[in-house]
T-cell receptor, first 113, second 112 residues
Framework: DGGITQSPKYLFRKEGQNVTLSCEQNLNHDAMYWYRQDPGQGLRLIYYSQIVNDFQKGDIAEGYSVSREKKESFPLTVTSAQKNPTAFYLC????????????FGDGTRLSIL | GQNIDQPTEMTATEGAIVQINCTYQTSGFNGLFWYQQHAGEAPTFLSYNVLDGLEEKGRFSSFLSRSKGYSYLLLKELQMKDSASYLCAVRGRGSTLGRLYFGRGTQLTVWP
């Protein structure tokens, strides 16, 4: 079954700690995306990657970092520089065609201890 | 800049019809998507419009007017399970091709 897998489902971060959220897809999609969603808010783009070994900042990249070493994987690191990291994080992927929708993983809920 | 507006909340009764509007002002346009998101879950794709007109998919239809920067999602024969947030998203052009700009979502509550 093709899809996008995010792990873990819930994650807790201590002050000053970096944490990494995993996102893996087996849909053979070229493009991958990371979004942050806060209560009552839409999706805000953190980073996106349209090809392996290349990625672009979205609208709220500060305090986050990503890598795209493999087509299937696009991990997101929430660094200690992100002062308000509590949110629902969604990973998505899409084929490299304008009419193709983005498919989302089930999300990771990050909280501060 | 990019600006996508949709109402924050709407309510309707089971069996009714509801129309959720979305207006957009973006520096480029290459298609509009509607997604459904139940609380605590991932968004799921509902519809895509790139040309003017109506696209129908079962109980759901979506309309686009590019000249007016306007779209709506029409839900017919509402069911309780349609209670969810509905997200409007516009795809960019040129250097931003591939990314979507999302509205804040419209929370629809369906009452029995």
């Amino acid at each position: 079954d093709g899809g996008i897998t995010q792990s873990p489902k819930y994650l807790f971060r201590k002050e000053g700690q970096n944490v990494t959220l995993s996102c893996e897809q087996n849909l053979n999609h070229d493009a991958m995306y990371w979004y942050r969603q806060d209560p009552g808010q839409g999706l805000r783009l953190i980073y996106y990657s349209q090809i392996v070994n290349d990625f672009q900042k979205g609208d709220i990249a500060e305090g986050y970092s990503v890598s795209r070493e493999k087509k299937e994987s696009f991990p997101l690191t929430v660094t200690s520089a992100q002062k308000n990291p509590t949110a629902f994080y969604l990973c998505a992927s899409s084929a490299d065609r304008g009419d193709q929708p983005q498919h989302f993983g089930d999300g990771t809920r990050l909280s501060i201890l | 800049g990019q600006n996508i507006d949709q109402p924050t909340e709407m309510t309707a009764t089971e069996g009714a019809i509801v129309q959720i509007n979305c207006t957009y002002q973006t520096s480029g346009f290459n298609g509009l998507f509607w997604y459904q998101q139940h609380a605590g879950e991932a968004p799921t794709f509902l519809s895509y419009n790139v040309l003017d007109g109506l696209e129908e998919k079962g109980r759901f239809s979506s309309f686009l007017s590019r000249s007016k920067g306007y779209s709506y999602l029409l839900l017919k024969e509402l069911q309780m399970k349609d209670s969810a947030s509905y997200l409007c998203a516009v795809r960019g052009r040129g250097s931003t091709l591939g990314r979507l700009y999302f509205g804040r979502g419209t929370q629809l509550t369906v009452w029995p």
